[in-house]
């Protein structure tokens, strides 16, 4: 995976977040938005995932729009960046948007090498996903989550599961003693990702 590196290179709070082409072309003005809503110092390391559906998804379940299914790619992925936070001094935040929030959140389950976790307008309607934060315990001090208020109303029935998820994911983080908010905004999953994504990293960072 390539990787793209924002922020001040010698800070020891490093943010990873995973991406794709949309996400990069945002990325600029998510890490100067992020500058504007916390005093803390930061690093963000992007890494461009290659097959979204694939390589972010923890395991295979089937199309819910279009022909494409999702893989089992995740624990790859989270191996990657696992390798970029070897660095026992520093200290390590993941986030993500729409699938990759759900990434951020299922790789706070299978490690503690991160304090916090930011997952902006996760898939959290995702196959089976509720069921296993329900039989497994997070692994990091703090969640993020965020949904924008008009993503729940759809027609795909699978997709406008969205809210009561991201409602049930909350209370089942706070059930089991993580510092959990969960932020409303406005509008649908396609409205202002680099303003949600950076109101969650800022607010892990702000502590």
């Not at 993503?151 to 029935?157: A, F, G, H, S, V």
């Amino acid at each position: 995976m390539e990787k793209q590196c924002f922020g001040n290179e010698f800070s020891t709070t490093i943010l990873v977040q995973p991406v794709d082409d949309h996400d990069l072309e945002f990325i600029e003005n998510e890490v100067k938005l992020i500058s504007e809503l916390t005093s803390s110092d930061f690093r963000l390391i992007a890494l461009k995932v290659n097959d979204w559906n694939k390589d972010l998804s923890p395991w295979q379940a089937p199309p819910v729009f279009g022909k494409e299914g999702f893989g089992d790619g995740a624990t790859g992925t989270l191996k990657e960046v696992l390798s970029l936070c070897a660095d026992k001094n520093k200290t390590y935040y993941v986030g993500g948007y729409s699938l990759a929030g759900l990434f951020a959140l299922w790789s706070a389950f299978k490690t503690d090498v991160f304090a916090g976790a930011a997952a902006a307008s996760p898939s959290v309607w995702f196959p089976g996903f509720l069921e296993y934060m329900q039989s497994e315990r997070t692994r990091c001090n703090a969640v993020y989550l965020s949904l924008g208020d008009r993503e729940e109303k759809t027609k795909n029935p699978v997709m406008a599961r969205v809210g009561d998820c991201v409602r049930e994911s909350q209370k089942i983080l706070c059930d089991q003693g993580v510092s959990c908010v969960l932020e409303w905004n406005k509008g649908n999953h396609f409205k202002d990702a680099d303003l949600r994504m950076a109101k969650g990293f800022a607010w892990l960072l702000n502590g």
